[in-house]
């Protein structure tokens, strides 16, 4: 019972939660602004001195004599989290395991940054430029439009914030997903005129005219490209062979091939409820991220209806079967924040009606159609601070009719549900309240159902209803309580059903029930006078506790947990994972070199080996950390797995036999990856170094070479050069550094590091993915990147769930691509498989996988 409602109560502190990130995001960017100022003062007194220098020298020699930049290639002193020493950033001719730091001149004042690198970080002596890309201090510096829920990844801090139609309904042909409807029918212009009907899978060109050269910089003579994140430039280094030719004014092509959803790994039944159905199309309904999964377990199709723009939380089915209602979040997508309902056909993918745009506040979190009139009217409960219960009528016009609308309650509201026999009775439950609403003439009036003899119990969980018409409902206190039809009173109390919470309740056609626990994980059968009928089951404990049932094709039953997954199966027979996930944020994700596989990894601890040819998890195994990052080895024989506690280990792949285990600092360890020779394994840390080991004994030994020193802020990003000597390193403060891999020394000559083929193109910032950045960026909309590897395309993910595709090389600003929704939360990884028919995508707090095909 205690699991139940603790988990109750996370769900109630969600809004809490939201309004506590939005006053950890004002004050992170006023700390910006701050460190922004600090940057801005010290380069004006940098150049003050440096014109004193000159001034001086002019006077004595009565020549002008160039003066050398103090901050030559280094970059100021700045203090990592979680270090009590200040550490001085060395220069490629300094001893890389030195950590005192250098004497100050008064034309390098100390200051500390955690945001932002030096200001001198683009000057070398003799006049050549420095091997760091790292932004220059800007007179002016820009704060953009800031995210809701900012990707942790672009945290400064070690320490993460835990931070988304169109045919008559007589047709029946069945089609994938809604964006294929659309492509597929150009004279449904009823949709596709809306301006709420079509949100979200949408591939997006961008207008030529608008491309061009605003906030990047060509220095023809340095070879240097600026481009300007959070309104500071970051200077980029043109290859040698792009030298001649290379133009701001180019126009680039977007990419011939786009991306079509194929699949969707993952289920959400952490938080939601009643949100899992089987339709007469032979298909299982539920929904993850802002995705509706149809899925023929048989034949072993998924459909996906894209209509939503962020994360849907409630679902409800028509008592036709084929129409279905969907509620969604207010979305982060700045043109379209509003919370609304969908209600689309099931088997067309066509949407009908948009509901509620511009009156819902937060998200809607309960939708119900009415049974008794023929599914004539729709209940809607907003999640504001008065739960909102409004009543439609959903079938006038495009829009609907709100009928009416009062207060719910003040307390969460779990379910809502129309009595199937009474036509004007709803029901609502919740904390600690049921409540019966009588919806004669328009109106709402409640009567607040009596507990009288019994507890009150903390929560109301669940319901359904018999036969005769009586109301069943589950609570925290694991019992099921009986209502007489038409009355607010408790009629019969079944005590202690379950060890626990009462999750789920389902009505089956032959008149018997099931009741799903959350704590004992026991579904339970109950006949026509609900006594046991000794028939029962219990779940396994890795797959968490019941939280939706129901009846599947013939004997079947379908069942969601708490651990995001879906059970198949009979009482009788046992129950098999048709659906699996993950549970918390999702970061790690490391394709196999030579297989169609693919392995995540999440904070709850979990790795899964994923097939991407039958959509099953191969093997899973709980590592007891949060995982962070992950690689296979060249060969794929092997798979380094690296953690939040800075912890990182080496896994068989196939017997998930640990060969070796190490620990780099204490700090989150965001990219781990083996050299193309597999001789070297690099680990970019929080901390703010590269750890550079070398493999030996078939993948089986690991010895640290050192530690590359010269970040001023965390390392996010890193790629091994085609010869496996060199390494390219994004930071938390934008720097793109580069390294000599052997020695752990920064590169300092660009004529060497500007024509360096690199294995891999993760690394965000770059001259070949420059177009990636979308205009007025802050640093943080681009969370990841992968090339495919024919060299063609360019895969992004950003921070409003976007996946996005490109032309390779991505060298012109605001290059054209083609843009796709599906997840509701920062996209956390993206990557190709090795044959590149497919890309994979990681949702960040949605816990969804999603996999596209190229076409």
Not at 498 to 505: E, L, M, N, P, W
């Amino acid at each position: 019972m205690e699991d139940g409602i603790q988990d109750i109560i996370n769900h109630d502190n969600d809004a809490l939660r939201d309004r506590v990130a939005d006053l950890e995001k004002k004050v992170q960017e006023q700390a910006d602004e701050i460190v922004c100022l600090r940057g801005t003062l010290a380069d004006v007194l940098r150049r003050v001195t440096q014109l004193e220098g000159r001034a001086v020298i002019i006077t004595s020699n009565n020549v002008p004599t160039p003066v050398k930049s103090s901050f030559s290639s280094n970059t100021l002193p700045s203090k990592p989290s979680n270090i009590n020493y200040q550490r001085q950033i060395t220069s490629p001719t300094t001893n890389s395991n030195s950590h005192h730091p250098a004497p100050q001149t008064p034309a390098q004042p100390n200051r500390r940054l955690s945001h932002y690198p030096s200001s001198g970080s683009l000057h070398s002596e003799g006049g050549h430029s420095s091997s760091s890309a790292s932004p220059i201090p800007s007179p002016s510096p820009s704060i953009t439009n800031s995210r809701s829920s900012p990707s942790p990844r672009h945290t400064p801090s070690p320490n993460r914030h835990i931070s988304m139609s169109t045919s008559n309904l007589n047709s029946m042909k069945k089609w994938s997903s809604s964006q294929e409807y659309l492509t597929s029918n150009n004279n449904a212009r009823r949709v596709t005129t809306g301006s709420l009907f079509n949100l979200n899978m949408r591939s997006v060109t961008p207008n030529h005219a608008r491309h061009g050269t605003k906030d990047a910089v060509l220095m023809q003579e340095e070879g240097i490209v600026k481009l300007y994140l959070r309104g500071r430039p970051i200077a980029l280094h043109i290859p040698t062979d792009y030298l001649q030719d290379y133009s701001l004014n180019k126009v680039s092509n977007p990419p011939s091939q786009r991306l079509k959803l194929e699949w969707v790994y993952g289920y959400r039944g952490r938080d939601c409820r009643s949100n899992l159905y089987f339709l007469p199309t032979g298909e299982m309904v539920y929904f993850i991220a802002s995705v509706v999964v149809l899925y023929n377990v048989e034949d072993q199709i998924q459909r996906h209806y894209m209509g939503h723009t962020d994360d849907i939380k409630c679902l409800a089915l028509h008592p036709n079967k084929l129409i279905i209602a969907t509620g969604q979040v207010a979305s982060t997508d700045r043109r379209e924040r509003r919370p609304h309902v969908r209600i689309w056909d099931s088997v067309s993918l066509n949407t009908l009606h948009v509901i509620g745009a511009g009156e819902f506040e937060r998200a809607v979190c309960c939708v119900a159609f009415s049974h008794a009139d023929g599914g004539s009217l729709l209940c809607v409960i907003d999640e504001s601070v008065e739960h909102t219960l409004s009543l439609w009528d959903w079938q006038k016009g495009e829009k609907g009719h709100k009928i009416t609308e009062t207060k719910s309650a003040t307390e969460t509201v779990l379910a809502a549900e129309f009595h199937p026999m009474d036509r004007h009775t709803l029901i609502t439950i919740g904390r600690g309240h049921i409540y019966f609403w009588d919806t004669e003439g328009g109106t709402l009036a409640k009567k607040l159902g009596l507990f009288e003899k019994q507890d009150k119990p903390r929560y109301v969980l669940c319901m359904s209803f018999t036969e005769t018409g009586e109301l069943l409902t589950g609570d925290s206190n694991g019992n099921i309580l009986v209502w007489s039809r038409g009355s607010n009173k408790v009629a019969r109390t079944i005590y202690n059903a379950h060890d626990g919470g009462v999750f789920s309740i389902c009505s089956m056609k032959d008149g018997t029930f099931l009741s799903g626990g959350g704590r004992d994980r026991r579904i339970i059968e109950w006949d026509h006078a609900l006594t046991r009928t000794g028939r029962e089951a219990k779940l396994p404990e890795q797959t968490g506790g019941i939280r939706a049932l129901a009846q599947g094709k013939g004997s079947m039953l379908l069942v969601g947990t708490t651990r995001n997954c879906i059970l198949q199966g009979t009482l009788s027979l046992n129950f098999s994972l048709v659906v699996q996930g993950h549970t918390e944020e999702i970061w790690a994700l490391a394709v196999h070199p030579n297989q169609s596989q693919f392995i995540t990894g999440g904070h709850d601890h979990y790795i899964h080996l994923w097939d991407t040819m039958s959509h099953s998890v191969v093997w899973s195994k709980d590592i007891g950390e949060s995982v962070q990052s992950a690689c296979f080895s060249p060969d794929g024989s092997v798979v380094a797995l690296a953690t939040t506690s800075g912890r990182w280990s080496v896994l068989d792949a196939t017997t998930r036999q640990v060969y070796s285990m190490h620990a780099d600092g204490s700090e989150s360890i965001d990219c781990i990856k083996f050299s193309p020779d597999g001789r070297f394994l690099a680990v970019g840390s929080h901390d703010n170094y590269i750890y550079v080991y070398q493999v030996d004994d078939e993948y089986k030994k690991y010895n640290r070479i050192g530690r590359c020193m010269g970040h001023s802020s965390f390392i996010t990003h890193l790629d091994w050069s085609d010869d496996s000597t060199y390494i390219q390193t994004n930071s938390g403060d934008y720097e793109l550094l580069f390294w000599n891999a052997g020695v752990c020394r920064q590169v300092s000559n660009m004529s060497i590091a500007r024509d360096i083929k690199w294995n891999t193109q993760t690394c965000t910032i770059g001259f070949s993915v420059l177009g990636i950045w979308p205009e007025n960026a802050d640093g943080s909309d681009v969370n990841t990147c992968s090339r495919s590897h024919s060299h063609k395309l360019l895969a992004t993910g950003d921070d409003f769930g976007k996946v996005n595709i490109y032309s390779y090389l991505s060298c012109q600003p605001k290059s054209p691509h083609h843009s796709y929704g599906g997840h509701s939360s920062h996209v956390t990884n993206v990557d190709f498989t090795p044959d590149d028919t497919r890309l994979i995508s990681l949702g960040g707090r949605d816990c969804s996988i999603m996999q596209w095909a190229l076409t």
